[in-house]
């Protein structure tokens, strides 16, 4: 048979197929091959998968299709690289006015992670209810020519909701961001029924890193869902050269040619285009600051690895 991983516990897999959840394991051998060895999980959530089904109903995986394209996290701590999805259409960064607060360098991060994997990226700012101008013009300088569609959303009274259900409206979408900022939410407002928890902001601070094991799809219909990532805190960039890094900030990769060095990295270089466009107020400081923040732990990174 054929289907679709929609969540993984463990080492259980959930194959929705035919409109059917079976339990599935995974066969030994793929677990084994080499080329999944750089993974934490050769299996991901939105993979497509073969498997046959036991005599006790359960479902046994014999293999994972390729990937058009996977959404994962390696930092320089961990040996291994963590798939939180496969096969997606795009990733939604979701922050919040009021608590936890906003954070532009945690979008940042996962914005240069969606233009490595050419998935379109958006950011959703939920609880529009509690909005402040000082946060609102903030946020809207930082990515005035950075291209990311940024949209207001109140999961609490309803505004915004309609477009969010456009916007989700096909293809399978991930949902990112700090637990507390109310992704559930979201996505009961969307997709009411489907009776999602919610969690309490308090309660949920004190959640460790590795939580990819909650990852689930909500499926709406065939082809369209949301894959909900909880509370995760960090992402790593590992797999970019410093070099590379501007080609994911569009504000500064159209100024690309421009600096005294060909090479610039527009760190501490001389004559360079970029930190005049900001000195000069056309990009924006803090985004640039959160760029170097990138720049240097890929320096840093790359040192420790020679
Ligand atoms: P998740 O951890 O990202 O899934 O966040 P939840 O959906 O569990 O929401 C976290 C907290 O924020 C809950 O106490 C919600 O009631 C609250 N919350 C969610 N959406 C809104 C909103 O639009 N406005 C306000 N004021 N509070 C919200
Ligand atoms: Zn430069």
Do not use: W
């Not at 498997?51 to 359960?58: A, E, Q, W, Y």
């Not at 109310?182 to 902001?201: A, F, H, M, Q, W």
């Amino acid at each position: 048979m054929n289907g679709k991983i929609i969540k993984i516990y463990g080492r259980h897999y959930n194959v929705l197929a035919g409109g059917r959840v079976f339990d599935c394991s995974l066969r030994g051998a793929i677990r084994r091959d080499e080329r999944m060895k750089r993974f934490s999980d050769p299996a991901a959530v939105g993979d497509k998968v073969e498997f046959d089904i036991l005599d006790d109903g359960s479902g046994l995986i014999t293999s994972i299709c390729d990937r058009r394209n996977m959404f994962s996290r390696k930092d320089s701590s961990s040996r291994k690289e963590d798939v939180i999805a496969a096969n997606i259409d795009r990733i939604v960064v979701i922050q919040c006015y009021g608590e936890p607060r906003l954070n532009p360098r945690f979008v940042d991060r996962i914005l240069v992670r969606g233009m490595k994997e050419s998935v379109e990226t958006l950011l959703f700012i939920n609880k529009s209810d509690l909005a402040d101008d000082f946060t609102r013009g903030y946020i809207q300088r930082y990515y005035a020519l950075s291209g990311l569609r940024i949209i207001e959303v109140s999961a609490l009274d309803g505004s915004g909701i309609d477009d969010v259900r456009e916007l989700l409206g096909n293809g399978i979408s991930v949902f990112t961001g700090y637990s507390g900022v109310g992704k559930s939410s979201i996505l009961n407002s969307v997709y009411p029924g489907l009776e999602l928890r919610t969690t309490d902001v308090s309660e949920s601070t004190g959640k460790g890193r590795h939580t990819t094991t909650n990852v689930q799809l909500v499926m709406r219909d065939e082809g369209c869902g949301v894959i909900d990532t909880p509370g995760m805190r960090e992402f790593g960039l590992m797999d970019i050269e410093p070099e590379d890094l501007q080609d994911f900030f569009p504000e500064f990769a159209k100024l690309r040619g421009r600096c005294r060095f060909s090479e610039c990295t527009h760190d501490h270089e001389p004559q360079c285009e970029v930190k005049d466009h900001v000195e000069r107020g056309d990009i924006d400081e803090d985004r640039y600051i959160s760029y170097l923040n990138i720049l240097n732990s890929l320096k840093e990174y790359r040192a420790r690895r020679y």
